[in-house]
């Protein structure tokens, strides 16, 4: 069965079973053909004969061994192995005397295996990743074809090895050099050199992970979830749309008349939009310009209640209406509202006290924003911390959750800048957090209600 050409073909010692992918349906088109089908990928196969169709089902149902697959199927088989292999179809799984030591769980169409071992020693590449998994260790990448599944610890010593770990082999050389030469197929280990250009290297491998999970990709047939998806449904209770009120006397804020207002057109807003760091501390911020601006920019306009959950609306869009931001006015210089870290509650338009402006983690958050912006000349009159409260997105989006609050994000500073400049304030958005301090001066659930940024406000000089 084990087609000759083949250059993964296993040496003594090592076996293969194969089983196709998951999700995989089969169709019998009307002019005899089979095509496959895997969540956005298809491929017509051409017109099977019985023996080809035995083969396709076995595979469907359980991994087989080449030798199984000879016995259902006879010898003249090969072709389709390699075609379902060649096409992204076969799942792989690598046996040493019956023990499975890895599996190759694709996620497209694999490059060309190489040729042999080059006896050369190659580096773990810098974008791999090694987490839990189902049954074992998942060693990944955002540049590979395919997840390779770690069911042995002998392989997983293999992988460290590569890491500049390494310690003896459990495997002799010719069942070491096949591991070496799956996982160079793989994409997970690479020539010394290879990822030291500009392409590879403007990427740190946080980043390029999180854009490639946190996007459409591959991974809807091994199980993976993706958008809004609602997987929480009748699991846990969704989150309210308004968080539980800090104790303690709330600040009242004036609301403007927005009908007396007089705006410069939004062209004109545009184009006069700038950061500005520095603030005019003899001419300060007054809580009545403070409220105008929340007012105008993040007040809530309004809530309803859809199957259960509920909504706020305001000035700006989010995606699914989930609203998770919340804002933290840290105040050093308002007329009419005393130094201290508060919250904006949005829904009565009030500030609420949450840690007085001296203590430690407000102050490690105001050096964090001196540092973030230059070490402008002026303290901020006002910095806003802002506050993602993640359940209300990731309770029905998986895998682009947080890749939507930082959507969300950027969608609120380009509102706050508009207001500010129609304003006539200084606004500056940060791109950069402190997550820990802002979890330490709050007292919120780092993983339940977390910093994303941050916004600088004042008049101008």
Known sequence: MTDSTDSTAAPAGFGERYALRGGVSSVRLSDGRTSLFCDRYAETLGVLGEADLAILTALSDRPYTPAELAEIAGPGAGWLLRALREGGWLVLTVTRDGTDLYRMQPLRPPPSPPPGDDGGEPRLSRFAVLRAGGTGMVAESPLAWCDVEVLDPAVLAEIGGYAGRAGGSAFPDELRARVRRDLRWAGLLVDAGAEEDLRSRQWSPHELWFHTRSTRDE???????????????????????????????????????????????????????RSVREHDNERPLT??????????????????????????????????????????????????????????????????????IGAPPVRRLLRHVRRATGEPPTEPQVVFVVAARVGRVMWKYERMAYALTLKHVGVLYQTLYCVATAMELAPCGLGTAEPAAFAEA????????????????GTRR
């Open 219 to 273: 991974r809807a047939h091994l199980g993976e979830g993706f958008a809004g998806t609602h997987w929480a449904k009748g699991v846990h209770d969704p989150l309210p749309a308004r968080p539980e009120p800090y104790p303690g006397p709330a600040v009242a804020l004036p609301e403007p008349d927005t009908e007396r207002m007089a705006d410069p057109g939004l062209t004109a807003v545009l184009a006069r939009r």
């Open 287 to 356: 809580a009545a310009r403070l409220g105008e601006f929340l007012h105008r920019g993040v007040r809530v306009t309004g809530e309803t209640e859809l199957d259960g959950i509920g909504y706020a609306r305001r000035p700006y869009p989010s995606g699914g209406g989930a609203h998770e931001l919340e804002l933290y006015p840290i105040v050093s210089t308002v007329d009419g509202v005393a130094p201290g870290m508060y919250h904006y509650d949005a829904h009565e338009h009030v500030l609420r006290p949450v840690s007085p």
């Open 442 to 457: 709050s007292g919120r659930d780092p993983l339940i209600e977390t910093m994303v940024g941050g916004f600088l406000l």
